[in-house]
């Protein structure tokens, strides 16, 4: 009987691999990038800088075209893993021919003759002018995980021979990348 039961088998195998099988390669190709974190901000997403009241005088704001009223300093503050740049992209509306001064909003009681200016504080300690409606890379590369803070300081500059005293708001946007 184990004879009989070896034939079978054996019958079973040929029949069962005579026949042809169907069979397909296929690739997939994956692909994809490990990118680093992104900052997290930290401070408030809308933030009141207050240049305060500037009175106008002789030897500062008011005495000549480019000159400044105080510098009024500000913030942001991230929480950033290491190894990235901080680019900002600010947006406004600029003096005309002057790409780093924010015009004053338009109104009935506005002041004339002046603009906003901002300057942001660079890793080399220097404070560079922020150019508007382009980009800035503030931070280069985030050397150490954790808080990040971004120094600004903002002030009045004139921009004509008189200064037409009134209100000096503006807007500015601040468009924040990290790549």
């Keep these: 009987m184990s004879a009989i039961i070896k034939q079978s088998a054996c019958l079973f195998a040929v029949l069962c ?18 990118q680093p974190g992104t900052c997290t901000l930290l401070s408030s997403s809308v933030v009141n800088v207050k240049l305060n009241d500037v009175y106008l005088s002789n030897t500062g704001l008011g005495s000549k075209p480019d000159s400044v009223s105080d ?10 893993p290491s190894d990235i740049p901080v680019i900002i992209n600010p947006a406004g509306t600029t003096v005309s021919g002057k790409s780093s001064l924010l015009a004053i909003a338009p109104a009935a009681d506005a002041a004339s003759g002046v603009g906003i200016e901002t300057e942001y ?12 409606n382009k980009t800035n890379t503030i931070v280069s590369t985030v ?9 600004f300081r903002g002030y ?3 921009t004509a021979a008189e200064i037409t005293p009134g209100t000096a708001n503006a807007t500015l946007d601040l468009n924040i990348v990290y790549k």
């Design 156 to 158: 009045y500059r004139q």
């Design 71 to 80: 510098k009024v300093d500000w913030n942001i503050v991230l929480e950033c």
């Design 17 to 34: 691999l005579s026949f042809n099988a169907a069979a397909y390669d296929a690739i997939y190709k994956i692909s994809g990038r490990i």
């Design 143 to 151: 050397k150490n995980d954790g808080i990040l803070t971004l120094n």
């Design 121 to 132: 504080k660079a890793a080399d300690g220097a404070w560079k002018v922020l150019e508007l």
